[in-house]
């Protein structure tokens, strides 16, 4: 297994679209999105590229919105 390394997706505009680990190429780890302003939409984590633990949305005003708990889908 790879080590974690820090992706970056931008915005057309140039702005931070998401940032977040990824081992060979897959989500693992915390992961933030961000508006165009650049504040923060949306945040969590990932198992192996799946959504795992708690997940916020946050509103304009940065302040969390709603609150997600993922399970792991069963095998």
Do not use: C, N
Not at 1 to 10: C, K
Not at 18 to 30: K, L, N, S
Not at 43 to 66: A, C, R
């Amino acid at each position: 297994m790879s080590e974690a390394a820090e992706h970056i997706e931008y915005h057309r505009a140039g702005s931070v679209r998401a940032r977040g680990p990824q081992i060979d190429g897959v989500q693992e780890g915390y992961w933030e999105w961000f508006r165009l302003d650049g504040s923060i939409m949306r945040s969590g984590s990932f198992t192996h590229g799946e959504q795992t633990g708690e997940w916020i949305t946050y509103g304009s005003d940065g302040l969390p919105h709603k609150v997600t708990q993922k399970k792991p889908k069963k095998p």
